[in-house]
T-cell receptor, first 115, second 114 residues
Framework: AQSVTQLGSHVSVSEGALVLLRCNYS??????LFWYVQYPNQGLQLLLKYTTGATLVKGINGFEAEFKKSETSFHLTKPSAHMSDAAEYFC?????????????FGKGITLSVRP | EPEVTQTPSHQVTQMGQEVILRCVPISNHLYFYWYRQILGQKVEFLVS????????KSEIFDDQFSVERPDGSNFTLKIRSTKLEDSAMYFC????????????FGPGTRLTVT
């Protein structure tokens, strides 16, 4: 069984400030980890993913995340927030690719960016 | 860039009515999924579909739900007799065979049951 914990429901940062969105996971098998972003009235867009190999992964729009097995974490960061980053962010976990590779999502975090 | 499309964007129906939500996955993808998101809650897995059969389904996906790939392009979710608690955003997703797990999501259909 797999699960994702995203603590807090809302993060507010100033434009230009560091963005840190936390994600912890639980998985009985080596996980594949994902961050998705949802802009208002839109679907889920893949930001980045970790499967195997390098634990620091870079995604679109300047975001990156680091897989830390010892901490069971996959926190999302961006050095400098932009107004356009305001959205809802979901962390998700799946088993390694196979027919049953469903995604299990966290409850999401809303990111607000103050001018 | 290829994308997953869903129709309609918003569906309003009365309790007890049947609804069919439609999805057109990315053309060369072979795995298909339905998820739902009740307002204010997390995105939940409903069902996965591969090789013309259900691969896995959640406990939410009871006998009132069914999926079908009626032709080479569409993937549908049918709810036979809608309940108030079926009101949610329904997302379709698809994944390529051999892809590294990433699923591509459609924009969703907001289902409102009155």
């Amino acid at each position: 069984a797999q699960s994702v914990t995203q603590l807090g429901s809302h993060v507010s940062v100033s434009e230009g400030a560091l963005v840190l969105l936390r994600c912890n996971y639980s998985s009985s098998v080596p996980p594949y980890l994902f961050w998705y972003v949802q802009y208002p009235n839109q679907g889920l867009q893949l930001l980045l993913k970790y499967t195997t190999g390098a634990t620091l992964v870079k995604g679109i729009n300047g975001f990156e995340a680091e897989f830390k097995k010892s901490e069971t974490s996959f926190h999302l960061t961006k050095p400098s927030a932009h107004m356009s980053d305001a959205a809802e962010y979901f962390c998700a976990v799946s088993a390694p690719t196979g027919a049953n590779s469903k995604l299990t999502f966290g409850k999401g975090i809303t990111l607000s960016v103050r001018p | 860039e290829p994308e997953v499309t869903q129709t309609p964007s918003h569906q309003v129906t009365q309790m007890g009515q049947e609804v069919i939500l439609r999805c057109v996955p990315i053309s060369n993808h072979l795995y298909f999924y339905w998820y739902r998101q009740i307002l204010g809650q997390k995105v939940e897995f409903l069902v996965s579909f591969y090789n013309n059969e259900i691969s896995e389904k959640s406990e939410i996906f009871d006998d009132q739900f069914s999926v079908e790939r009626p032709d080479g392009s569409n993937f549908t979710l049918k709810i036979r007799s809608t309940k108030l608690e079926d009101s949610a955003m329904y997302f379709c997703a698809s994944r390529a065979y051999g892809g590294l797990g990433e699923q591509y999501f459609g924009p969703g259909t907001r289902l409102t049951v009155t």
